[in-house]
């Protein structure tokens, strides 16, 4: 396809879109920026929570994806659904703001699916 440029592909992963959480606040800080220039950005949620985000980033084309077993951090649904998000959209960087085990099924089905760029981001 000469001439077309493919956007990069970006997943955020994060507990919530809640508004008065310090994730989001990055997250967020950075969303329109990365629009702006030509990423397209989706979201995997542990729980998506009520949320005026979830609407503004829903109606800028970005998806919000939820883990399947939230209550579960141990499930292996988790890492199989993420396995499978990874392959069906193809993404250029996997941005975890997770801690504990949903960082673990993030990063190493990341590594897997060999995305050539993971950043890990936590303060605990």
Do not use: Q
């Amino acid at each position: 396809m000469e001439g077309v440029t493919m956007k990069k592909k970006i997943l955020f992963i994060a507990p919530n879109l809640r508004i008065s959480n310090g994730v989001t606040s990055f997250i967020m800080g950075n969303y329109f920026f990365l629009l702006e220039n030509e990423y397209e950005v989706d979201f995997l949620l542990t729980r998506k929570v009520e949320s005026p985000y979830n609407e503004i980033v829903e109606t800028n084309g970005s998806r919000i994806f939820e883990y399947p077993n939230p209550e579960n951090k141990f499930s292996i649904l988790n890492g199989h659904y993420i396995r499978d998000l990874l392959k069906e959209n193809s993404y250029d960087l996997v941005h975890c703001n997770e801690t504990g085990m949903y960082a673990y099924w993030a990063v190493m089905e990341a590594d897997r699916a060999k995305i050539s760029h993971i950043v890990y981001h936590a303060h605990n």
